[in-house]
């Protein structure tokens, strides 16, 4: 198997994992706080058992030495996990996972404020066309039944929130973030404690809390490990799928209709980033496969 391939594999499988997320949400019988507390322990104790096992201690203190950025990138990413979690109990499945196929876009706004990068044209149009199908989806979230603007806005808050996380990682490439996936988890699931009310749910819903964690630690694992095998633009390819399988799964299962709006403007998005990214991914190749010039003669 080449290593293309198996990070193809590896990436899709993960993202297979993820896309059962909200509908866990749904199913779970509890308020937000009191998922997102079990949904941070599960899934962070599943991953701090894996790094413990790996890699000890020694991948925690790497962490830690990178001092500030490191934190940040711990601080965004243990804010986004709850954040996911409220906004799909306030609005519907697919204004959720539509919103949050913006990430790329609020990344590339980060990269160029923090990082100094330039956007490119190929950017800027797809910034214009994905912001036009997230105006879609808002118009149409004070008509469709269990879609409200309260949560797609925070939906919008954890995908920039995210993208936030990302691009700080990006500044930290030389060192493996995974050891921090734990600690971000299980901080944010003790912060939100005094909120929640874990007994109560853990009592009812203990099968589903379990399961919820163990589809999250490998789609969490599966998702870092696969992207170093290929490029970007086909990992954002695959994290499509999500976008697409996640409301017709909460469809399927429970019923919760998307609504006009939110099909139309989700289509804009998908339609978008995937015409986006599959560019991408041809200027790539079309780098990686041209010649290079011939070196002179020797001296």
């Given at each position: 198997m080449t290593d293309h391939l198996k990070g193809?594999?590896?990436?899709?499988?993960?993202?297979?994992?993820?896309?059962?997320?909200?509908?866990?949400?749904?199913?779970?019988?509890?308020?937000?706080a009191s998922i997102a507390f079990w949904r941070g322990i599960t899934a962070g104790s599943v991953i701090l058992v894996g790094v413990l096992l790996t890699r000890g201690l020694h991948g925690f203190r790497e962490v830690a030495a990178t001092g500030a950025k490191g934190w940040l990138y711990t601080v965004l990413l243990g804010a986004a996990a709850p954040g996911f979690v409220l906004a799909v109990s306030w609005t519907s499945v697919a204004n959720v996972v539509f919103i949050l196929a913006s990430m790329p876009v609020f990344a590339a706004i980060l990269s160029r404020v923090f990082l100094g990068e330039a956007i490119s044209t190929r950017m800027i149009l797809t910034m214009i066309g994905v912001f036009a199908g997230l105006a879609l989806i808002l118009r149409g979230s004070g008509e469709t039944h269990g879609a409200h603007w309260s949560g797609?806005?925070?939906?919008?808050?954890?995908?920039?929130?995210?993208?936030?996380?990302?691009?700080?990682?990006?500044?930290?490439?030389?060192?493996?973030?995974?050891?921090?996936?734990?600690?971000?988890?299980?901080?944010?699931?003790?912060?939100?404690?005094?909120?929640?009310?874990?007994?109560?749910?853990?009592?009812?819903?203990?099968?589903?809390?379990?399961?919820?964690?163990?589809?999250?630690?490998?789609?969490?694992?599966l998702m870092t490990l696969g992207p170093r095998y290929i490029p970007s633009a086909e990992v954002a390819l695959l994290i499509l799928l999500e976008s697409v399988l996640a409301p017709l799964l909460a469809w399927a299962v429970v019923?919760?209709?998307?609504?006009?709006?939110?099909?139309?403007?989700?289509?804009?998005?998908?339609?978008?980033?995937?015409?986006?990214?599959?560019?991408?991914?041809?200027?790539?190749?079309?780098?990686?496969?041209?010649?290079?010039?011939?070196?002179?003669?020797p001296i």
């Open positions: 193809l594999l590896i990436t899709a499988t993960g993202v297979l994992f993820i896309v059962p997320d909200s509908l866990f949400v749904r199913l779970i019988e509890g308020d937000a797609d806005l925070v939906a919008l808050a954890v995908s920039a929130t995210f993208a936030g996380a990302m691009t700080t990682a990006r500044r930290l490439r030389a060192v493996s973030l995974i050891p921090a996936i734990p600690v971000a988890m299980l901080g944010a699931s003790l912060l939100i404690w005094p909120l929640a009310s874990p007994g109560a749910v853990w009592a009812t819903s203990w099968p589903l809390l379990i399961a919820h964690g163990l589809f999250i630690s490998v789609a969490t694992s019923g919760e209709d998307p609504g006009i709006w939110a099909l139309i403007g989700g289509a804009v998005v998908i339609a978008v980033l995937l015409v986006s990214n599959l560019w991408a991914l041809r200027m790539t190749r079309r780098m990686r496969n041209r010649p290079h010039p011939r070196a002179g003669p």
